[in-house]
């Protein structure tokens, strides 16, 4: 406050009662020292500066409008706690840290402003630093469960495993199902030389997580090393099936970030998730609102034609297919989705040069070769089918579907022994998808006009399907045998 204002004020008061007067000017110096002590603080970093010219023209709009509300109010904590979210959503750490420590010199007690310093400096690689907020935001909120298991996972990291382990159990404590506590707890057991207490956690995430990849990979190794070869195999197979799917996190405050995040990528992020949940209607929502985002997108767009695809909306497909490769003729998804589409509707040599544009962006890519070889198959070029089959193989030993179709395509052409050898190779799959590899091969000897040996690999099939409860396959394998007794 002015010098001179003080002053005229304080002369206006002491025309009345002297002691009154004396007490308002004390308020009034207090007032203004504090003012002028809070503008000063000498810990409260500089407001960041923000590069955005890398950002498409919402996303920058939105970060220079929250930065330009800060300097309007530098000393808000909600407006420094805001900027400093959306920074964190687009990966800009560096001065998203920055606002979070304006905030905790602010507001020392903000939970928020902890926990998210300490994860975007875990993020940075700042383990030291991550640990040290994390346990300030667990201080400050002692219940916030995903706070427990990302300063777990930091603690392990840094072989703090006791620590790790209390925090762990404390965890499972307020949440039993969680997956990933389960996990995380089961790599500190392993740590610390308890391969059976991991064993039971590891077997309790995939429980509750069925396709939790990491998780059925370490039960792998773990029964392996335990003798239990039959079992580890088993949970081999199911990594492979899923190596990367992981359980979502529950996390309020980083789906609280994600959900500031407009960019394209964004967006297509939350379609894949709510397709994976069925719910392809908001899935398209997303996916519009990406292209509407970014009308270049060319994630957006192939996104656009798988989606259409499986919709059977082929004039939509198309639409996008033409946005997608505008400005990449190669772009790979989309031309995979298009060209499959096109093979669809019988549309083979359009679909051959689809998935060619494929092999010209990536020459190694194991389903485009199986795709352009089965689209040469049906357009009678066996030779090209061949070669493209095989370079799939080349690429990718465990593309079973490339195994069947080579297989198919030697048996016809009286190969039996290499085709039957193919055959053995693409029933060498998960448990749960062999029954409906053998069904396929014994389609293939019946097409062959080997009768007798299509039943021995149907029973075969009929007889897994059996095991593993799938009803509707093994009603149909025993509509095809009673229908081929009927025939001989």
């Known amino acids: 406050m002015p010098a001179r204002t003080t002053r005229t004020i304080a002369m206006q008061l002491m025309k009345g009662n002297p002691v009154p007067v004396l007490l308002g000017i004390l308020v009034i110096v207090a007032l203004a020292l504090a003012g002028y002590l809070q503008s000063r603080q000498p810990d409260l970093p500089a407001i960041p500066e923000v590069m955005v010219d890398d950002f498409s023209r919402p996303v920058r709009d939105q970060i220079l409008a929250a930065r330009a509300q800060l300097l309007a109010a530098p000393q808000d904590v909600g407006r420094n706690l805001a900027l400093g979210k959306i920074l964190h959503a687009y990966q800009l750490l560096p001065p998203a840290m920055r606002c979070y420590r304006r905030v905790r010199v602010l507001q020392p007690d903000a939970f928020d402003a902890a926990y998210l310093l300490g994860i975007a400096q ?18 400050l909120k002692p219940d916030y469960a995903q706070a427990k298991l990302r300063l777990g996972e930091l603690l392990y990291k840094t072989g703090e495993l006791a620590a790790a382990r209390s925090l762990l159990e404390a965890l499972l404590v307020q949440e039993p199902a969680s997956a990933w506590g389960h996990h995380r707890l089961a790599q500190v057991l392993a740590a610390l030389a308890d391969p059976a207490g991991a064993i039971e956690h590891n077997r309790r995430a995939v429980e509750l997580y069925p396709d939790f990849g990491p998780a059925h990979y ?78 270049d997108s060319e994630e957006a767009h192939s996104y656009l034609v798988w989606l259409y695809r499986r919709l059977n909306d082929t004039e939509r497909a198309e639409q996008h297919y033409r946005a997608a490769t505008a400005r990449v003729p190669n772009a790979i998804m989309a031309n995979l989705e298009y060209g499959s589409l096109l093979a669809e509707q019988g549309r083979f040599a359009a679909a051959a040069a689809a998935f060619e544009r494929v092999l010209q962006a990536d020459p190694e890519h194991s389903q485009a070769h199986t795709l352009l070889g089965q689209a040469q198959d049906e357009l009678h070029q066996p030779e090209q089918a061949e070669q493209h089959y095989r370079q799939a193989l080349a690429s990718d030993p465990g593309n079973q579907r490339a195994a069947v179709l080579l ?82």
């Open 218 to 295: 370490a039960l792998a190794l773990a029964l392996r090393d335990r003798g239990d070869t039959a079992q580890a195999q088993e949970h081999m197979a199911r990594y492979r099936e899923h190596p990367e799917q992981t359980p979502p996190h529950v996390d309020p405050l980083l789906q609280a970030l994600e959900d500031l995040d407009t960019s394209a990528q964004a967006h297509v992020r939350r379609a894949k998730q709510l397709e994976r949940a069925g719910r392809m209607p908001e899935a398209e929502a997303e996916l519009q609102q990406a292209v509407a985002a970014e009308p």
């Open 407 to 488: 297989g198919r395509l030697l048996l016809l052409a009286g190969q039996q022994d290499a085709a039957a050898e193919l055959f053995a190779q693409a029933a060498a799959v998960a448990p749960r998808e062999r029954p409906y590899y053998l069904q396929r091969i014994a389609q293939i000897w019946d097409e062959a006009g080997r009768r007798d040996r299509a039943r021995t690999v149907l029973e075969q099939a009929r007889e897994l399907a059996g095991q593993q409860g799938l009803h509707r396959l093994r009603g149909e394998i025993e509509q095809t045998l009673a229908r081929w007794g009927e025939t001989e």
């Open 122 to 139: 875990a993020q940075a690689g700042d383990d030291a630093g991550a640990i040290g907020n994390l346990r300030a935001a667990l201080a």
